[in-house]
């Protein structure tokens, strides 16, 4: 980065458009992972757009299922979704899932988003999350999960098209001819991560984010116990609020937040 004040410099954004920008590697994701905090936020009256970076087509356990048919499902699931929580906008990048790669092509397509709606917050996967492995002795019954190489990837992309991508002028200069200039985010938000700091209070929303993951038909067995899981997960972050942050709330969804701009 340059000297800002230098004559000729191009001035950086820092007023938002929209209040968020959800960014997921595969459909459901942002739904399990903040779907509670973006239907709180809209209907406080703020706009939220939410992205998938891949497109989703290896979320089956059909071999023989045609990739596009997949693709167009999930597609209309996750709009269903966001109608149920009312998120504004959903934007699809139609990367391949399973093989997304931290590349110019994926950062690029990060960074004209961001400069697109030109968010105040993102939101998004802590790619420094490799694994989830609660001990076997204390917790028997619990298995680890490791986390998908999609999720790590998406983090990493958007880490790098925060900065310098999305605020760097001489980045990606052909976007300014689109009129898509340099934003400031002000506040990265990492979901599943293990150094949590933020809890947001979703008891007035969690039947909207059970909806909105029933919504994804095609990943989740109907006679599952998926909506009795997502309530034990999002009390179990409030207990957590509450041991950690003094909280009191009934359901909650948790963060790592970073803050990445101080208005004067």
């Not at 497109?55 to 209309?76: F, V």
């Not at 009312?86 to 699809?92: A, K, T, W």
């Not at 999720?151 to 976007?175: C, E, K, S, W």
């Not at 001819?177 to 949590?196: A, K, N």
Request: with cysteine; proline share 6%.
């Amino acid at each position: 980065m340059g000297n800002r004040n230098a004559p000729g410099a191009m001035e950086v954004n820092t007023i938002s458009d929209y209040e968020a920008m959800v960014i997921g590697a595969h459909p459901d994701d942002t739904d399990i992972s903040s779907a509670g905090t973006s239907a709180l936020w809209a209907q406080q009256g703020k706009k939220i757009v939410w992205v998938c970076m891949t497109d989703g087509t290896e979320g089956s356990e059909i071999p023989h299922l045609a990739d596009t048919d997949l693709m167009l499902t999930r597609e209309q699931e996750q709009r269903m979704a966001c109608d149920t929580l009312g998120v504004q906008s959903v934007e699809f990048l139609r990367f391949p899932d399973g093989a997304l790669v931290n590349n110019q092509s994926t950062r690029k397509a990060v960074v004209r988003l961001i400069r697109k709606y030109r968010p105040r917050i993102v939101i998004t996967h802590d790619p420094t999350t490799h694994l989830y492995a609660p001990d076997p002795d204390e917790a028997p019954k619990q298995r680890a999960y490791l986390n998908h190489p999609d999720h790590r990837a998406t983090g990493q992309i958007v880490f790098d098209a925060l900065f310098p991508g999305a605020v760097n002028p001489r980045a990606y200069r052909d976007l300014l001819v689109e009129e898509l200039y340099p934003h400031q985010v002000h506040e990265l938000y990492l979901f599943f991560s293990d150094q949590e700091n933020t809890f947001i209070d979703i008891s007035e929303t969690i039947a909207l984010k059970v909806k909105s993951i029933q919504c994804h038909v095609s990943q989740l067995d109907p006679e599952g116990e998926w909506p009795e899981w997502i309530k034990e997960r999002a009390a179990a972050k409030a207990k957590e609020a509450k041991e950690k942050k003094g909280l009191t709330m009934q359901y909650a969804e948790a963060f790592r937040r970073i803050k990445l701009h101080a208005p004067n």
